[in-house]
C-alpha cells in the first residue's frame, strides 16, 4: 500500500518495432526509425537521506501530512493516510482546506459503507474499513468538536454489525504489520474508538453489549508482542476492565526497557522478532525512530500515566524535537516493505506524542 500523492509515475509502454526483412544477399538494408526511450522511473525516495530539521517545526509537519493525507482514496480506505491524518492533524494548530475535505471523504466513505449491509461475514477489507473509520471518525470529534456528529454515530454503530459472535473482528491480514497482521489489533482499535467517542457513546446499549464481547475475546486471546500489550493499554485506558493493576506497570516497565540510549525507540523492536521484512533482511531493533518514540510516547504518557517531567519522557521529547526531517517528517523504516507508509504513520504519532507532552500549544 502507499499513499496517493506519492505514488510513482507508471512505466510507458513500448511499441514493438517491426524489422525489414532481407530481399536478397546483396539488398540494402532499409534503416529503422528508432523508438524514443521510455521515460526512466523515478528512484525511489530514500526516506533516511534527508537532513535533520535545525529545530521542531509544526508547520513543517503540518505540511508534509496535508501533502500525504487523500480526499479521495477510490475503493480503498484502509490504505494509505488518512486514518492516521485525521488522528494527528488536530493537534496542529493550522486549518486548512485539505484537512476539511479528507473529513467530509471519510464522512461520505461511512455512507457508502452503511449501504452496503455489511455483517461479521463480509470480507476483512470491508470489515476493517468499517471499525477504523468509526474508530477514527469519533477521535476527530473528541479532538474537534467536542461533541459527537450524526455520521460518525452511525459508523460507530457499523462495528457492532462487522463484529465476530466471540467479540473480535476478521481483520485484513495483509501480513503488514503492526496494523494489517492479526485479529488483535481490530478489537483493540474497535475498543479506543468507542472509548474515546464523545457524547457518552460508549454507554449506549449496542456499545456497551459489544464492548462487553470484546472484553471476553481480549481475556481469550492475549497480547503476543509488545505492540499488541500497549494498544491493549491504550484500550484499557479508554474503556476500562481490560487489564489489571499489576499487567498495567508491567507493561509500563517493559516499554520502557526497549527505550534507546539517545532516548528514542525502534518500531520494529515491538515485535518482540514476530514482525518479518519482505525483503527477508533484518529488522533494525536499535535504531530510534519516528513511530517506534511516538507511538511509545503517547501511550506513556495518555495510557501508562507517566508524568511528562518523568526523565524518560522528556528524553524521548528532546529525540523527537532533534529527529525532524527537513521535509518536515520523521522517518521510520518499516518492518515490512514500505517505508512510506511507515514514515507516515510515524509522524502522525509523533506529533500526538508532542502534544500529550505539551510541546505542542
Given at each position: 500500500?502507499r499513499?496517493?500523492s506519492?505514488?510513482?509515475?507508471?512505466?510507458?509502454?513500448?511499441?514493438?518495432?517491426?524489422t525489414t526483412?532481407?530481399?536478397?544477399?546483396?539488398?540494402?538494408v532499409?534503416?529503422?526509425?528508432?523508438?524514443?526511450?521510455?521515460?526512466?522511473?523515478?528512484?525511489?525516495k530514500?526516506?533516511?537521506?534527508?537532513p535533520?530539521?535545525?529545530?521542531?517545526?509544526?508547520?513543517k509537519?503540518?505540511?508534509?501530512?496535508?501533502?500525504?493525507a487523500?480526499?479521495?482514496?477510490?475503493k480503498?480506505?484502509?490504505?494509505?493516510?488518512?486514518?492516521?491524518?485525521?488522528?494527528?492533524r488536530?493537534?496542529?494548530?493550522?486549518?486548512t482546506?485539505?484537512?476539511?475535505?479528507?473529513?467530509?471523504?471519510?464522512e461520505k466513505?461511512?455512507?457508502?459503507?452503511?449501504?452496503l449491509?455489511?455483517n461479521?461475514a463480509?470480507?476483512?477489507?470491508?470489515?476493517?474499513?468499517?471499525?477504523?473509520?468509526?474508530?477514527?471518525?469519533?477521535?476527530?470529534?473528541?479532538?474537534?468538536?467536542g461533541?459527537?456528529?450524526?455520521?460518525?454515530?452511525?459508523?460507530?454503530d457499523l462495528?457492532?454489525?462487522?463484529?465476530?459472535k466471540d467479540?473480535?473482528?476478521?481483520?485484513?491480514?495483509?501480513?503488514?504489520?503492526?496494523?494489517?497482521?492479526?485479529n488483535?489489533?481490530?478489537?483493540?482499535?474497535?475498543?479506543?474508538?468507542?472509548?474515546?467517542?464523545?457524547d457518552?457513546y460508549?454507554?449506549?446499549?449496542?456499545?456497551?453489549?459489544?464492548?462487553?464481547?470484546?472484553?471476553?475475546?481480549?481475556?481469550?486471546?492475549?497480547?503476543?508482542?509488545?505492540?499488541?500489550?500497549?494498544?491493549l493499554?491504550?484500550?484499557?485506558?479508554?474503556?476500562?476492565g481490560?487489564?489489571t493493576?499489576?499487567?498495567?506497570r508491567q507493561?509500563v516497565?517493559?516499554?520502557?526497557?526497549?527505550q534507546?540510549p539517545?532516548?528514542?525507540?525502534?518500531?520494529?523492536?515491538l515485535?518482540?522478532?514476530?514482525?518479518?521484512?519482505?525483503?527477508?533482511?533484518?529488522?533494525?531493533?536499535?535504531?530510534?525512530?519516528?513511530y517506534g518514540?511516538?507511538?511509545?510516547?503517547?501511550?506513556?504518557?495518555?495510557?501508562?500515566?507517566?508524568?511528562?517531567?518523568?526523565?524518560?519522557i522528556?528524553?524521548?521529547?528532546?529525540?523527537?524535537?532533534?529527529?525532524q526531517r527537513?521535509g518536515?517528517?520523521?522517518?521510520?523504516?518499516?518492518?515490512?516493505?514500505?517505508?512510506?507508509?511507515?514514515t507516515y504513520?510515524?509522524?502522525?504519532y509523533?506529533?500526538?506524542a508532542?502534544?500529550?507532552?505539551?510541546?505542542?500549544?
Open positions: 500500500m499513499i496517493s506519492l505514488r510513482l509515475l507508471a512505466l510507458t509502454a513500448l511499441l514493438l518495432a517491426s526483412p532481407l530481399c536478397a544477399a546483396d539488398a540494402p532499409t534503416a529503422t526509425k528508432a523508438e524514443p526511450a521510455a521515460p526512466q522511473k523515478p528512484a525511489p530514500r526516506w533516511a537521506d534527508d535533520l530539521l535545525p529545530e521542531f517545526s509544526a508547520i509537519a503540518a505540511e508534509f501530512l496535508d501533502a500525504g487523500q480526499a479521495n482514496e477510490g480503498c480506505t484502509a490504505c494509505h493516510a488518512t486514518f492516521a491524518y485525521l488522528m494527528a488536530p493537534a496542529l494548530p493550522f486549518a482546506a485539505k484537512h476539511a475535505a479528507v473529513r467530509a471523504h471519510l466513505w461511512t455512507a457508502d459503507l452503511a449501504g449491509q455489511l461479521e463480509s470480507k476483512p477489507q470491508k470489515i476493517a474499513e468499517a471499525v477504523m473509520t468509526g474508530a477514527v471518525l469519533a477521535q476527530h470529534d473528541a479532538a474537534t468538536s461533541k459527537l456528529q450524526p455520521i460518525s454515530r452511525q459508523a460507530l462495528l457492532w454489525q462487522v463484529q465476530q467479540g473480535g473482528y476478521n481483520w485484513l491480514k495483509l501480513n503488514d504489520p503492526p496494523s494489517e497482521i492479526d488483535h489489533f481490530g478489537a483493540t482499535m474497535a475498543a479506543i474508538g468507542t472509548g474515546l467517542a464523545p457518552g460508549a454507554d449506549t446499549p449496542a456499545a456497551h453489549t459489544g464492548l462487553e464481547k470484546i472484553r471476553s475475546y481480549l481475556r481469550a486471546h492475549p497480547p503476543e508482542h509488545m505492540h499488541q500489550r500497549a494498544m493499554l491504550l484500550a484499557d485506558h479508554c474503556v476500562g481490560l487489564m493493576d499489576e499487567s498495567r507493561t516497565s517493559d516499554l520502557f526497557a526497549l534507546r539517545d532516548g528514542g525507540w525502534a518500531m520494529a523492536s515485535g518482540d522478532g514476530t514482525w518479518k521484512r519482505k525483503d527477508r533482511t533484518p529488522q533494525d531493533l536499535t535504531t530510534s525512530d519516528g518514540t511516538g507511538f511509545s510516547v503517547y501511550v506513556l504518557r495518555l495510557a501508562g500515566r507517566v508524568p511528562e517531567d518523568d526523565p524518560r522528556r528524553r524521548a521529547v528532546t529525540w523527537l524535537r532533534t529527529h527537513a518536515g517528517y520523521w522517518y521510520t523504516r518499516s518492518p515490512r516493505n514500505s517505508d512510506e507508509l511507515s504513520v510515524g509522524t502522525a509523533a506529533i500526538l508532542l502534544k500529550v507532552c505539551g510541546e505542542i500549544p
